[in-house]
């Protein structure tokens, strides 16, 4: 795929490019695909190590150089003072780790988005997925037919 540095410093007016900087043009961070996850099951946790959220989505990059843009859209209650903290995963490899309350809180209930580029280097199906944990019993996804959580992978050409 193209990169920045194919294409001249800058255009002049009347110039015809040739057919490889008008590729480069055409292949430069395109979106490629969007993959979409979304659940609507309410999901507790009160355990004090990370577990699984139910919600993820696969993609299957189309080269190794390639990027993933990850963005997820979380709607959460916590019922604590403790910390309720959220984990983007690949596979089974943490990319990115949030705590969207910026520290302790009680009776939160809100809504936080996970975003980051991801380079996962793989041309084979790869899973994200999105993992929470908290010290509380009352901690939880909160998920349902009015309140979604969706998880967004839109693979972006280097």
């Known amino acids: 795929m193209a990169t920045p540095t194919n294409l001249p410093a800058s255009f002049t007016d009347g110039n015809a490019l040739p057919a490889s900087q008008l590729n480069a043009l055409r292949g430069a961070f395109r979106i490629l695909q969007v993959v979409t996850g979304t659940t609507n099951t309410q999901t507790s946790t009160g355990s004090g190590t990370y577990s699984d959220a139910g919600l993820s989505a696969s993609i299957t990059p189309q080269a190794t150089s390639n990027k993933v843009l990850v963005m997820a859209q979380l709607n959460y209650y916590n019922a604590s003072t403790n910390k309720m903290n959220f984990n983007l995963v690949r596979g089974t490899t943490q990319i990115n780790e949030t705590n969207p309350l910026g520290g302790d809180a009680n009776n939160i209930d809100g809504m936080t988005f996970l975003t980051l580029l991801d380079s996962p280097n793989t041309t084979s ?34």
């Open 125 to 158: 199906a790869t899973t994200y997925k999105v993992q929470f944990k908290t010290n509380a019993s009352a901690t939880y996804l909160r998920a349902s037919a009015t309140a979604t959580c969706t998880i967004y992978l839109l693979e972006v050409s280097a």
